[in-house]
């Protein structure tokens, strides 16, 4: 027993420095070979053991299939594409030229038939235009009419004093029946005291008493009639003033009165007056129109006369004048128009002829030219066909050496994959045995450590993020870099984007992610 128990603790030790870069470096680094062998013990010394049969064949199969791989994958680089193409030229044909044919010289045309001088005439001679007197007429005239205009006369109207007006308070008297009245009832008043004081006994004091009362009872009568006065002068003095307003509002009214009504009777006389003058003006003027009217339709009657008469003749003598020279005149364009008729017909006939033998010579020209284009055509043609069949020749056999040149890569191509999917599962093999020998030997380091990954941004590609995880961390897609065919697509996190206390250092200067102290699974998507 002790003996197994030494063996597969010897076995631990080896598999311990093949699997020491995929462990935890710090707080894990104190664990070493003698921490490892104190571990080891009991039934996890047992399953150590039996996970680790059959790792040297595995390691060396995954070997194997990695030197394969290497080999398809120097040859796929190795492989030397040729280019069929580049040597091949297009295709080249002679072009055969059309020969030209010689035409012959035109058939010239001999000297036009001259035309005759034409004949030509005397215009006759038109005589003087007949013309006409004038007949004038005197216009007749009249005497205008006038009028004398009336004048407004306003001596008779009556002013100030003569209007009739009066003051009516200039002669107000003064009233003293009242004041007798009261002085007498006064004295009558100073009796009855004066007997009622006698009867009394007063005595001398009641006298004086009583007389002074009369007195200022007289002076009240007195002061009253004063007041009367002064009320009447101020009556009269604006009576006055009074009088002499309405003296002036009735002086002006007459004479706006009377200056108005004479204004009127003038503006009257002076209407029939002009009415009159007027009147007689247009007898006048109309009879003197219609004799200006009757003068001038006599004398415009005898002028249209002369002047048809005279019109009349100039056109009779220029009728005569007109039909002489158009006898004239056709009688020698009849002449001319036969002569030139005559060269015309002359000069086309020969005309005629000449274009006739040109047009053979142009004919037989053409046609000889067609047939010699026609010929060359063909041969161009011809020579063309054979040069583009040739070339396509050519092309069919370059592009067949392409097309197996890409299948002998894709077939390179094929086998590299196949030798590196190969390679992968004899790797994940021997990953997956080394992490059963590991788990198994340390026991419980994965509830301390945590599972570890590559976890640096520089180490991934094709990162794509996916959702958020329940704390809010990002969950990327990506693949490793050092995956060569890239067939592997993983989930996880970036190790820049985590608490620090999950990141693990490596000393190969790339970062490592506990994910057991995240809410995030590392794994393999496809």
Same mark, same amino acid.
């Given at each position: 027993?002790?003996?197994?128990?030494?063996?597969?603790?010897?076995?631990?030790?080896?598999?311990?420095?093949?699997?020491?870069?995929?462990?935890?470096?710090?707080?894990?680094?104190?664990?070493?070979?003698?921490? #490892?062998?104190?571990?080891?013990?009991?039934?996890?010394?047992?399953?150590?053991?039996?996970?680790?049969?059959?790792?040297?064949?595995?390691?060396?199969?995954?070997?194997?299939?990695?030197?394969?791989?290497?080999?398809?994958?120097?040859?796929?680089?190795?492989?030397?594409?040729?280019?069929?193409?580049?040597?091949?030229?297009?295709?080249?044909?002679?072009?055969?030229?059309?020969?030209?044919?010689?035409?012959?010289? /035109?058939?010239?045309?001999?000297?036009?038939?001259?035309?005759?001088?034409?004949?030509?005439?005397?215009?006759?001679?038109?005589?003087?235009?007949?013309?006409?007197?004038?007949?004038?007429?005197?216009?007749?005239?009249?005497?205008?009419?006038?009028?004398?205009?009336?004048?407004?006369?306003?001596?008779?109207?009556?002013?100030?004093?003569?209007?009739?007006?009066?003051?009516?308070?200039?002669?107000?008297?003064?009233?003293?029946?009242?004041?007798?009245? /009261?002085?007498?009832?006064?004295?009558?008043?100073?009796?009855?005291?004066?007997?009622?004081?006698?009867?009394?006994?007063?005595?001398?004091?009641?006298?004086?008493?009583?007389?002074?009362? #009369?007195?200022?009872?007289?002076?009240?009568?007195?002061?009253?009639?004063?007041?009367?006065?002064?009320?009447?002068?101020?009556?009269?003095?604006?009576?006055?003033?009074?009088?002499?307003? *309405?003296?002036?509002?009735?002086?002006?009214?007459?004479?706006?009165?009377?200056?108005?009504?004479?204004?009127?009777?003038?503006?009257?006389?002076?209407?029939?007056?002009?009415?009159?003058?007027?009147?007689?003006?247009? *007898?006048?003027?109309?009879?003197?129109?219609?004799?200006?009217?009757?003068?001038?339709?006599?004398?415009?009657?005898?002028?249209?006369?002369?002047?048809?008469?005279?019109?009349?003749?100039?056109?009779?003598?220029?009728?005569?004048?007109?039909?002489?020279?158009?006898?004239?005149?056709?009688?020698?364009?009849?002449?001319?128009?036969?002569?030139?008729?005559?060269?015309?017909?002359?000069?086309?006939?020969?005309?005629?002829?000449?274009?006739?033998?040109?047009?053979?010579?142009?004919?037989?020209?053409?046609?000889?030219?067609?047939?010699?284009?026609?010929?060359?055509?063909?041969?161009?043609?011809?020579?063309?066909?054979?040069?583009?069949?040739?070339?396509?020749?050519?092309?069919?056999?370059?592009?067949?050496?392409?097309?197996?040149?890409?299948?002998?890569?894709?077939?390179?191509?094929?086998?590299?994959?196949?030798?590196?999917?190969?390679?992968?599962?004899?790797?994940?093999?021997?990953?997956?045995?080394?992490?059963?020998?590991?788990?198994? #030997?340390?026991?419980?380091?994965?509830?301390?450590?945590?599972?570890?990954?590559?976890?640096?941004?520089?180490?991934?590609?094709?990162?794509?993020?996916?959702?958020?995880?329940?704390?809010?961390?990002?969950?990327?897609?990506?693949?490793?870099?050092?995956?060569?065919?890239?067939?592997?697509?993983?989930?996880?996190?970036?190790?820049?984007?985590?608490?620090?206390?999950?990141?693990?250092?490596?000393?190969?200067?790339?970062?490592?992610?506990?994910?057991?102290?995240?809410?995030?699974?590392?794994?393999?998507?496809?």
């Amino acid at each position: 027993m002790v003996l197994i128990l030494q063996f597969i603790s010897n076995d631990c030790v080896h598999l311990f420095n093949d699997v020491e870069s995929n462990l935890v470096y710090g707080t894990l680094a104190a664990i070493g070979i003698g921490g #490892a062998a104190a571990i080891i013990g009991g039934a996890a010394v047992l399953k150590t053991g039996i996970s680790a049969l059959g790792i040297g064949k595995k390691k060396r199969a995954a070997a194997a299939k990695q030197k394969k791989l290497d080999e398809k994958v120097a040859a796929l680089e190795d492989y030397d594409f040729e280019n069929a193409y580049a040597d091949m030229e297009g295709a080249q044909y002679d072009i055969k030229k059309a020969e030209m044919a010689e035409l012959g010289a /035109a058939a010239q045309l001999g000297d036009a038939e001259k035309l005759g001088l034409a004949q030509g005439y005397t215009p006759g001679q038109l005589g003087k235009a007949k013309g006409y007197n004038a007949q004038g007429y005197e216009g007749e005239g009249y005497t205008s009419q006038g009028y004398t205009a009336g004048q407004t006369n306003i001596a008779g109207l009556q002013r100030g004093a003569n209007t009739g007006l009066t003051n009516t308070m200039n002669n107000l008297q003064v009233s003293t029946a009242a004041a007798d009245m /009261a002085a007498q009832e006064a004295d009558q008043s100073l009796a009855a005291s004066q007997d009622l004081a006698a009867q009394a006994g007063t005595g001398a004091g009641g006298a004086t008493a009583l007389a002074a009362a #009369a007195a200022k009872s007289k002076q009240g009568v007195a002061s009253s009639i004063d007041q009367q006065v002064k009320s009447n002068e101020q009556m009269r003095a604006r009576g006055e003033s009074e009088l002499q307003r *309405a003296q002036l509002a009735q002086g002006n009214t007459a004479s706006q009165f009377g200056l108005g009504q004479s204004q009127f009777n003038v503006g009257a006389v002076n209407q029939a007056a002009q009415f009159g003058a007027q009147s007689a003006n247009q *007898a006048a003027q109309f009879g003197a129109d219609a004799k200006n009217q009757s003068n001038r339709f006599t004398a415009d009657a005898m002028n249209q006369a002369g002047k048809f008469k005279a019109q009349a003749q100039n056109q009779f003598a220029q009728s005569q004048f007109s039909a002489d020279n158009a006898a004239k005149q056709f009688g020698a364009q009849s002449q001319n128009q036969f002569s030139m008729a005559d060269t015309a017909a002359q000069n086309q006939f020969n005309m005629a002829d000449i274009s006739s033998q040109n047009q053979f010579s142009l004919a037989a020209f053409g046609a000889e030219n067609s047939m010699n284009q026609f010929n060359a055509g063909n041969q161009t043609n011809a020579n063309q066909f054979g040069a583009n069949t040739d070339f396509q020749a050519r092309q069919l056999a370059a592009g067949g050496d392409m097309t197996v040149q890409g299948l002998e890569y894709g077939q390179l191509s094929d086998a590299a994959n196949i030798a590196g999917g190969q390679s992968a599962n004899a790797n994940a093999n021997l990953a997956n045995q080394k992490s059963q020998i590991t788990g198994a #030997a340390i026991g419980g380091i994965d509830a301390v450590a945590g599972v570890l990954s590559k976890s640096d941004r520089r180490l991934k590609k094709n990162i794509k993020l996916i959702k958020l995880s329940p704390s809010g961390l990002k969950i990327y897609s990506f693949k490793f870099k050092d995956d060569i065919l890239e067939e592997k697509t993983y989930q996880g996190v970036m190790s820049d984007e985590i608490p620090k206390e999950a990141v693990v250092s490596h000393e190969d200067g790339f970062d490592r992610v506990n994910y057991s102290m995240l809410d995030v699974e590392f794994k393999l998507i496809k």
